[in-house]
Every structure is written in C-alpha cells, then in structure tokens.
C-alpha cells in the first residue's frame, strides 16, 4: 500500500502539470502514454513493438491519436484521412501472414488491429477532450477516480455479492454500484464549484454513464489480463503495475463524453 501511494503522488505530481498546461506537451505525453499501452497490448500476446507489425501497429496508432487541428494537415499534404491508414495497416499486416508463412497469422493481425483501435481510440478522445475544455477533462479524470475509490471502500466495507468472479474476483455488485454512488456525490459538488454548463439531470446522467462505462473498461483490461495470465498490464509504475492497468477505464470514458455530446 505504502509504495501504491508513494507512486501515485509521483505520478500525479508529473501528469497534473502537463494536463494544466496543455498544447504540444500535453499532446506528446499522451503520445507516450500510447506508446507504451500499445506495447503493454502486445506483449500479452507474446508480440514485440520492435517488430514489423508493432511498427505497423505503432504507425496507424500515431495516425488515429493525431488530433483533429492537426489531421486536416496531413490530409491537405497526403489526401489520406485516419480510416484510410488503418486500411493500409490492415493490408500490410495481412501481407506480412504471407511474407512469414503464418508464423504471424491472421489471428495476430486481428489482434494487433483491435489493439491499435482499443488504444488509440481513446487515447485520441483524451486528447480532443483537453483541446476542448481543461474542467470536462479534470472532471472526467475525477469521476473515474471517485467511481474506483467509492467501488473499492463500498466493496471492502458491504461487498458480498460477486460481481463477476470468472473475470475480477474481488468486485462486488455492492462496490459496483458504491462507485456509482461517489460519482454522482462528487459531480454534483464540482458542478457547484465550477459549472459545466449543463442541467443538473444531464450531469447526473453523464456521470451515471461514465462511471459505469468506467467500471466496465476496468473489466475489459482485467478479462484480458486473465485471458492472457498476467497480474498487471505492466510494471512502469511500481504497486500500480502498467499504463493499460491506470488507463483502462479512462479509454472508455473519453470517447463517451463526446458521442453524448457532453463537450
């Protein structure tokens, strides 16, 4: 406990600054952040970001994380748009199956795509999200925090039913809906002190969202830890394992905001 801690307020003393700050920083940090959970993704799959298909992967990671301002660029020189490089990445994947006679088969190829979407998807829409307001992005941060504190004390104090043992085993439906809970109580206070712009109801409804889209991106990444037999993700952050392990739930959340319009 005592190194989660120590880790957490390192870590948190490095990104707060960039998030604050924002612009090509705070870009290229994400950036980074990609970087690694792609080569986290990976290497639960026995494959190497130093590889032709982690290259391959990395590249249309980059090409999906490019924020918009930044996209009409590169369509204006290259007249390619983000879907038509991810084509591209399918395709050379899948030529790469021939080239090494199936020892990188299809399977690999799907994985290494839905890695790369999974990854990139919402890493972009943690981007686009600081680009369009700093307090939706600290609020989104903090509702993730709060959902997973209020679902961890909820569960350890009156957890008894098991959420869903085969994937987590010590989630409880109890903690599931606590975390629920302590969104909402800290959304309506953040709403008091720095308003959102939006109804009350709405507020409470994007909160209810997210902190159970939150929970279930926090399932996703446990599922594949189980499905490939690894306690963390990574170990870049000591007592907290890797950045898929402190992402999970954000990557989830970032893309809900902007399709409910909450920008």
């Given at each position: ?53 982690g290259l391959i992967s990395l590249l ?30 399918v395709i050379l994947l899948l030529i ?120 279930m991106g926090d399932l996703v990444e ?42």
């Amino acid at each position: 406990m005592k190194q989660r801690i120590i880790t957490g307020v390192i870590a948190a003393a490095l990104f707060i600054p960039f998030v604050i700050y924002g612009g090509i920083p705070f870009i290229l940090l994400v950036y980074l952040l990609g970087t690694v959970a792609l080569q986290e993704l990976l290497k639960m799959k026995g494959r190497s970001l130093r590889s032709i298909p982690g290259l391959i992967s990395l590249l249309a990671l980059y090409a999906f994380m490019l924020p918009d301002q930044w996209a009409v660029h590169v369509y204006e020189w290259t007249g390619y748009e983000k879907v038509e490089f991810a084509f591209l990445a399918v395709i050379l994947l899948l030529i790469h199956t021939v080239i090494v006679k199936n020892s990188f088969t299809f399977d690999d190829a799907a994985f290494a795509v839905l890695g790369t979407l999974y990854v990139g998807i919402g890493f972009f829409y943690f981007i686009e999200t600081r680009e369009a307001s700093l307090s939706v992005l600290i609020f989104a941060l903090l509702v993730v925090w709060f959902t997973d504190s209020g679902a961890y004390f909820t569960g350890r104090k009156i957890g008894k039913r098991k959420l869903w043992p085969e994937i987590s085993p010590n989630k409880t439906v109890e903690g599931f809906v606590g975390g629920i809970f302590w969104a909402i109580g800290f959304a309506l206070v953040f709403n008091y002190f720095i308003p959102l712009n939006h109804s009350i109801f709405l507020v409470i409804v994007v909160t209810i969202i997210a902190s159970v889209f939150g929970q279930m991106g926090d399932l996703v990444e446990s599922a594949l830890k189980r499905h490939f037999n690894v306690k963390d993700s990574g170990s870049i952050l000591p007592g907290h394992g890797g950045i898929l392990d402190r992402f999970d739930s954000i990557l989830f959340v970032m893309p809900l905001l902007h399709f409910l319009h909450f920008i």
